[in-house]
């Protein structure tokens, strides 16, 4: 399967922390957030959420790179007679975001969280996108929740996605994660994601598909 994360280092040599700083400078990526945005996040982090299914139950994990606070996804898999269900969870950021409000515009212009060796530039409030918003383990948030159906051979089924309030059980690194993958130590749902993946993986070949794993 291709690389989809990046790694980070925690320090970079001074000479490539002055370059990357130039780059920044050069186009014009922002910096900190401004005093009217941080205060309509401080604001948004504390609105009372409603009108979502509870689906708290879910035994959700996150698994991203060590250290991460920003945590968008979540899943949790299951058997279903011969086949599987892949529960998705997306953080949904745009719960505490009013259309014309100053997140908002400072999102757009913006446009997305850049990454580079040295940082993170983050495309919402640390108090949202690390916090109220992040999908951090044993805290209720909201999140659109996708319940994806495959059969005993990968195949798509049936698929539906709703609005909710999850909790997620575990952080895991990917490190962790294949450890546990590996030794055999991971959970029911932990183990059926090399099941699935490889089914998958199956699935993508008979259609002609290819992953290439290419350098970051």
Not at 52 to 81: F, N
Not at 127 to 146: N, T
Not at 178 to 197: N, P, V, Y
């Amino acid at each position: 399967m291709p690389s989809l994360h990046l790694g980070f280092t925690p320090s970079v040599p001074a000479g490539l922390a002055d370059e990357l700083a130039q780059l920044r400078t050069e186009l014009e990526v922002p910096e900190a957030f401004g005093p009217a945005v941080l205060a309509a996040a401080e604001d948004a982090a504390g609105r009372s959420l409603t009108e979502r299914v509870d689906r708290t139950d879910l035994a959700l994990s996150t698994i991203d790179p060590e250290g991460a606070q920003d945590l968008d996804q979540a899943m949790a898999l299951e058997r279903d007679g011969s086949g599987f269900v892949v529960w998705y969870a997306i953080a949904d950021v745009a719960a505490f975001v009013t259309a014309g409000d100053p997140i908002d515009v400072e999102a757009r212009r913006r446009g997305q969280t850049l990454y580079a060796p040295d940082r993170r530039t983050p495309l919402h409030p640390p108090v949202l996108s690390e916090q109220a918003a992040s999908l951090l383990a044993d805290q209720v948030r909201p999140a659109h929740l996708w319940r994806i159906g495959l059969d005993a051979e990968g195949q798509l089924g049936q698929v539906s996605v709703e609005r909710a309030m999850v909790r997620s059980r575990e952080q895991l690194t990917y490190v962790e994660a294949q450890r546990r993958i590996d030794d055999g130590s991971a959970s029911d749902g932990l183990a059926l994601l090399k099941e699935i993946g490889q089914l998958r993986e199956q699935v993508e070949v008979s259609r002609g598909g290819i992953s290439l794993n290419l350098p970051e």
